[in-house]
């Protein structure tokens, strides 16, 4: 989400690659629909992991900044600063996926989360560009 974010609100101004702990959740519906209530696309979003991004060729050494939006991905991202010169910050984002018992009370839990991370790249990043 905070890389479809990122990309829609600032263009190629700045680079961002999504990366988590794990590569094997694929991004869900609820993320996907409120996402496109601000014109962000996820249908196509898959995540990576850490390990994988270094198996791949990128190299870590060449980012400047990890946000971690859970204690997990915080964890592992601390751990790549013993051998990489990364900044890290921890955006403790509410986890929308275990709340709510109907399909609204979800689509609402998961607004919340989307509005956390965009209101938080906002504030870290300034406001989006008129025409990224």
């Known amino acids: 989400m905070a890389e479809a974010m990122m990309k829609k609100f600032y263009g190629r101004r700045i680079y961002v690659q999504s990366a988590g702990v794990r590569n094997d959740m694929e991004v869900d519906g609820f993320s996907i629909a409120v996402c496109a209530e601000l014109g962000v696309e996820l ?41 990489y010169h990364l900044d890290v910050e921890y955006w403790p984002i509410v986890d929308p996926t275990a709340l709510g018992e109907t399909r609204e009370a979800k689509l609402s839990a998961y607004r919340q989360a989307r509005d956390q991370i965009r209101d938080k790249i906002i504030a870290r990043f300034g406001p989006p560009d008129p025409s990224p």
């Open 43 to 83: 249908s196509r979003h898959r995540s990576r992991s850490f390990e994988e991004m270094v198996q791949w060729g990128d190299d870590l050494g060449q980012f400047d900044l990890i946000i971690a939006l859970s204690s997990a991905s915080q964890h592992t991202a601390l751990d790549l600063t013993k051998h």
